[in-house]
């Protein structure tokens, strides 16, 4: 069965920063392994896809940076958007290029920024929902939690899905789709065990998806067709650039998902995790006895579950401080408490304000 | 009445890495004003002494430093200690150079990297010192303590002296000195009202200086006479040499002051502080609104009580954090809490064990 993936790579967070800058976004960076998250994201495919049938969407300030990391990925699979218009526009842009190969090709849908602890096991998940999408469903994959995770959404497991063999036998219904819940809500999704992570991981056929973005966005439904009647003309960018700003910055999963009747889950466990911030390195890189993440010439000395990050040639000493945050960018350092690690973007806002163009 | 105030300059604390290194200690660092501490130790003296009258003791690694410093100081008036060997050496010192110049010279001892909020206070605690330093006492400064300090040594306040006048109305024998206590201790010096900080601020004569010094340290005593017999010759600098690094390590207080028949105290009140440790920043210097000093490129956010000198012309953000300590010197850096903060040295031991010499 052949896959097409298609790698979300839009991002331009700010909750890496003095990490991620405007023309180094999160998925540009090596948050775990040596490899840059997006580079990770296309190197845990294969054997499940081919680069020849992988695609990256990302926004034109990235694109080349893209193309460099990721050479063996044809030229055309880097699909550029105009502007940033959230996932539903992206999802149906990604589809109009899977259809023009292939009507009924399959696309699964990465977040290009996300950690996969076990590769193995991620693509077992993704061809498992594959094999449901052929049949017509949209499938998603849900992580079953192990934590009262307030940073991820949640999906509530329906009825278990009627059909035989190995595709079926673990795919459920989707009740519902739950919006990122309080602790105690969490807590409690967690003792229920019919809720699962939100991985923001879709597989589905392109026919399928176009199909579903006509009946929920019908608005977006036409704008894709005035597009997909110029792809492969000359006129392409130019309609592209025209038509596009004009969709409706709106999630996939808000648009379409949470309305539509063929959704289905393919419960996993491959040891996921969105790295949303600083905070969360711990829970996906190697720490010291204490708990510490250190990486370059970083010196803790009395200090435990703290994330050290020494990157610019220099010492950086963590005294008698837990759950601290450090990062040393060379150009910029940053100290926030590691439950306040969101809050970054704060700062950004903050130089941003004050025109620190040259650390943004 | 001329004063020589000798500014005891060779200390070579770790306490303020990576500000601090060791070719520019403490008191070549403007922690306080804009000044080095041992510049402003030297401008707070005149009209109460002269610069021709002014001395300072240091190493051979800062005297060419401390010579650039203050410009307004005679050379001769540099004295460099071969090598550190405590205060007691080093008063005996300084005492045989002022000696040279009047037998019964006044000797104002001052360590070169405390900070008085109040000069002109501090100025009349001095004088008044010495007129009983004139009269043949060996007079020091106690700081009326306002809180339970337990990084200063005290005085325990013994009875008034007997004598009329403007110079002996405010001064007490001193019963004895104690040790830095602990908080409990520390509280009840403060509920006592008895006990005064020891400022480590010593004014005597010459003559009486050397005189009890042979008295309780016979050894270091005849030491300093084969010293004083070379002082103004050719050999000087050779019998130093030879002689110096010979001499007992031991502090003037040990060595001498606690053994004295003669000391009395002068209770003072000059806004003094030692600046014992970056911790002691927020004490002697403006705040914001939340209590945190911010130096530099500094930039806090959801912080109170920090302490943040970003000295190294880039950013430095700090998040959601309290009581910290942040200090980017440009080729380090460093984050302490703040209650923490003496513990900066296990920085510079594990540097230097890792034999890091290019940041020590």
Request: hydrophobic share 45%; with cysteine.
């Amino acid at each position: 069965m052949k896959i097409f993936p298609v790698i979300m790579a839009g991002g331009s967070g700010t909750r890496f920063w003095p990490l991620s800058r405007r023309d180094r976004p999160k998925q540009f960076l090596a948050l775990v392994g040596d490899l840059p998250m997006l580079a990770a994201t296309v190197r845990r495919l294969p054997p499940l896809a081919r680069p020849a049938d992988t695609y990256v969407v990302c926004g034109p300030a990235h694109a080349a940076a893209a193309r460099k990391l990721l050479r063996d990925l044809p030229a055309a699979n880097f699909v550029v958007e105009p502007c940033a218009r959230n996932t539903a526009p992206c999802v149906g842009l990604a589809a109009l290029h899977v259809a023009a190969r292939e009507k009924r090709g399959i696309v699964a849908m990465l977040p290009a920024d996300h950690h996969v602890a076990r590769p193995e096991a991620f693509r077992e998940a993704v061809a498992a929902a594959a094999r449901l999408a052929e049949a017509g469903a949209i499938a998603t994959i849900g992580i079953r939690p192990h934590a009262p995770e307030t940073g991820y959404g949640y999906l509530k497991v329906g009825a278990r899905l009627p059909g035989k063999g190995k595709a079926a036998s673990h795919a459920h219904k989707v009740e519902r789709f739950v919006e990122k819940p309080d602790v105690v809500t969490a807590a409690r999704y967690l003792a229920d065990g019919s809720y699962l992570w939100n991985s923001g991981i879709f597989v589905f056929r392109a026919d399928v998806i176009l199909e579903e973005i006509r009946r929920a966005m019908p608005v977006l439904g036409e704008q894709l067709s005035v597009i997909q009647a110029s792809l492969g003309t000359p006129s392409h960018r130019r309609v592209l650039a025209r038509v596009f700003p004009d969709c409706p910055s709106i999630s996939i999963d808000y648009g379409v998902m949470e309305k539509s009747q063929r959704i289905v889950v393919v419960p996993a466990d491959f040891g996921w995790s969105d790295v949303g911030s600083f905070a969360a390195l711990p829970e996906v890189r190697e720490t010291d006895h204490l708990g510490n993440v250190a990486e370059g010439d970083a010196l803790v000395i009395d200090g435990r579950n703290n994330v050290v990050l020494a990157n610019g040639k220099r010492p950086v000493a963590v005294v008698g401080i837990d759950d601290a945050v450090v990062v040393d960018a060379g150009d910029a350092v940053l100290v926030v408490r590691r439950d306040r690690a969101q809050d970054v973007r704060k700062v950004v806002e903050e130089l941003a304000r004050r025109g620190r163009e040259e650390v943004l």
